[in-house]
């Protein structure tokens, strides 16, 4: 019963990672010079800065990937139900981004976005526990 509830909890901090590493690879990204050069040809242009991005930072996206497959390889095994795993991932955005912003941004938060956190919390937690909430009704 525990390691079945760590896996479900394994599964949360899987997909919150890999959006924090998607907040923070935007945060990045966005952030970098639109001229350059690559290779030895330079370019000014934000789409060509979008594809050098890509290729310099390969190892983050692969590593995204893999918290993904394995938070919904986990998750399958775990919840065993793919509207459960999904809202886990939807909510995993919004709570990354406010850890992110706390931790690294530090952009100031105001109340409107504090109230739709904790609401896309309660959210959360309703649907993955919504089996053992029936159960009491």
Same mark, same amino acid.
């Given at each position: 019963?525990?390691?079945?509830?760590? @896996?479900? !909890?394994?599964?949360? =901090?899987?997909?919150?990672?890999?959006?924090?590493?998607?907040?923070w690879?935007?945060?990045f990204s966005?952030?970098? +010079?639109?001229? $350059?050069?690559?290779? $030895?040809?330079?370019? &000014?242009?934000?789409? =060509?800065?979008?594809?050098?991005?890509?290729?310099?930072?390969?190892?983050?996206?692969?590593?995204?990937? *893999? *918290?993904?497959s394995?938070?919904?390889?986990?998750?399958? $095994?775990?919840?065993?139900?793919?509207?459960?795993i999904?809202?886990?991932?939807?909510?995993?955005? +919004?709570?990354?981004?406010? *850890?992110?912003?706390?931790?690294?941004?530090? &952009?100031? !938060?105001?109340?409107?976005?504090?109230?739709?956190?904790? *609401?896309?919390?309660?959210? $959360?937690?309703?649907?993955?526990? @919504?089996?053992?909430?029936?159960?009491?009704?």
């Open positions: 019963m525990v390691v079945y509830m760590l @896996h479900k !909890l394994l599964v949360v =901090i899987l997909f919150l990672a890999a959006q924090f590493l998607i907040a690879y935007g945060y966005g952030k970098l +010079p639109v001229r $350059g050069s690559f290779w $030895g040809l330079s370019y &000014e242009s934000v789409f =060509i800065r979008s594809l050098v991005t890509q290729l310099e930072f390969f190892w983050v996206l692969v590593i995204i990937n *893999l *918290l993904y394995m938070a919904f390889h986990v998750g399958f $095994g775990s919840y065993k139900n793919f509207l459960v999904s809202i886990l991932y939807l909510a995993s955005g +919004p709570i990354s981004a406010l *850890l992110f912003n706390a931790l690294v941004a530090k &952009e100031k !938060l105001d109340v409107a976005l504090i109230i739709g956190i904790l *609401l896309i919390t309660i959210g $959360g937690i309703l649907v993955v526990a @919504h089996k053992e909430i029936l159960e009491l009704f």
